[in-house]
Nanobody, 116 residues
Framework: QVQLVESGGGLVQPGGSLRLSCAASGFRFNIYDMSWYRQAPGKERELVANITRAGGSTNYADSVKGRFTISRDNAKNTVYLQMNSLKPEDTAVYYC?????????WGQGTQVTVSS
């Protein structure tokens, strides 16, 4: 059974940090490219960052460059998103996604709220 389970979300003040984790099971994690997406209320889901299967290449949305870092540990079947200097506009549900060619799996999401 394929599972992607996000954790690490919560309420944080502007300027604070959070580290999201996405634990994968039920598929060959190390051949999948991994991504983090987010969806704010009333907005479409958007790509935040992605990382290739071996971790050799990463890409970020312009809005998070220099503040967020995506990484993965293939030995632990886990992908991470380190989020620093958080802003209120980063408030959203964050989802991880696994993709291998046309095969894609999604997690259930974790809420991140940035507010004072």
């Amino acid at each position: 059974q394929v599972q992607l389970v996000e954790s690490g979300g919560g309420l944080v003040q502007p300027g604070g940090s959070l580290r999201l984790s996405c634990a994968a099971s039920g598929f060959r994690f190390n051949i999948y490219d991994m991504s983090w997406y987010r969806q704010a209320p009333g907005k479409e889901r958007e790509l935040v960052a992605n990382i290739t299967r071996a971790g050799g290449s990463t890409n970020y949305a312009d809005s998070v460059k220099g503040r967020f870092t995506i990484s993965r540990d293939n030995a632990k079947n886990t992908v991470y998103l380190q989020m620093n200097s958080l802003k209120p506009e980063d408030t959203a549900v964050y989802y991880c996604k696994a993709r291998w060619y046309t095969v894609a799996y999604w997690g259930q999401g974790t809420q991140v709220t940035v507010s004072s």
